[in-house]
């Protein structure tokens, strides 16, 4: 039953990539990476990043301690300390605001650990820009993992989660919890004002919120790599994001 749910409550599959696009760049996206403590992959992730035509970098560093932001600027990313307090939810809600004040029309947001493959976004970027969804999500579920990228409980519970929390509003989604996100800037209008995560529970929120605010989201298949450097996600962080979950899942 989940198998077949899995297959006929997706977008339609967006083939390849536009080679002229990858040229010209993407003058009006915005990819933002929120970070903390990253200087062992944000390098080959700018690379990376630019490589495919995503030249408007903004990272949103939450007061790192090695040389993230040095490093960052160094490729030429523009370079925030994140506003809010400290989390992730704060720096992508950092990075919204910027986002808002600025004049691009898609916002593109991917972990700055190294797990998230840049090019990967050009198919949602597509998706969005073609009118079809106002939020894509890449699913990592769905998509190509390197072995011990993800282990069994956190495939598990991400994919349990998205389908109640999917449920609860009569839809079907296999990957919440993503890092990866393009956003149309109508979307990022109207869901800023009802963000208000300071951590990893952000992803929930930003699903939660679209869906109430009837927007069209849709996800898609993606890649997911072994991070690079030291992971911040532990078991008290796993437990709180249980928490978030049932709490979206009563509200």
């Known amino acids: ?21 990858n040229q010209k760049g993407f003058p009006n996206t915005l990819l933002m990476i929120p970070t903390l403590n990253e200087e062992d992959a944000i390098q080959t992730l700018l690379e990376e990043a630019k490589d495919c035509g995503l030249r408007n970098i903004l990272v949103v ?4 301690k090695d040389r993230t932001r040095e490093l960052a600027e160094a490729k030429g990313a523009s370079v925030h ?16 605001k910027l986002f808002l004040q600025g004049n691009a029309e898609v916002l593109c947001i991917i972990d700055g ?4 493959i840049p090019s990967d976004l050009l198919d949602m970027i597509s998706l969005a820009k073609k009118g079809e ?7 990592r579920i769905r998509g190509r993992r390197d072995p011990r990228s993800m282990n069994v409980l956190t495939f598990v519970s991400n994919l349990t989660i998205s389908f ?27 869901m800023y004002p009802s963000i208000h995560s300071t951590g990893f529970e952000i ?25 690079e450097g030291k ?14 979950a049932l709490t979206y899942l009563a509200s």
């Not at 560093?61 to 790192?64: F, T, V």
């Not at 300390?81 to 919204?96: A, I, L, N, W, Y």
């Not at 650990?113 to 998230?116: A, C, E, K, L, Y």
């Open 81 to 96: 300390e994140q506003e809010f307090g400290r989390g992730k939810g704060c720096g992508v809600r950092t990075g919204m």
């Open 231 to 244: 992971s911040k996600f532990s078991f008290r962080l796993r437990m709180r994001n249980l928490y978030y």
């Open 164 to 190: 109640l929390l999917g449920a609860k509003f009569r839809r079907l989604f296999t990957d919440i919890q993503t890092g990866y996100w393009v956003l149309m800037r109508t979307a990022v209008e109207r």
């Open 133 to 139: 969804a106002d939020v894509v999500l890449g699913s």
């Open 203 to 227: 992803e929930m929120e930003l699903f939660t919120t679209a869906l109430k605010e009837k927007l069209r989201v849709t996800e898609l298949p993606v890649g997911f790599r072994v991070r």
């Open 113 to 116: 650990d190294g797990t998230n």
């Open 61 to 64: 560093d939450g007061h790192s």
């Open 1 to 21: 039953m989940l198998v077949a749910l899995m297959v006929t409550d997706t977008a339609p599959a967006v083939q390849g990539t536009n080679q002229a696009l």
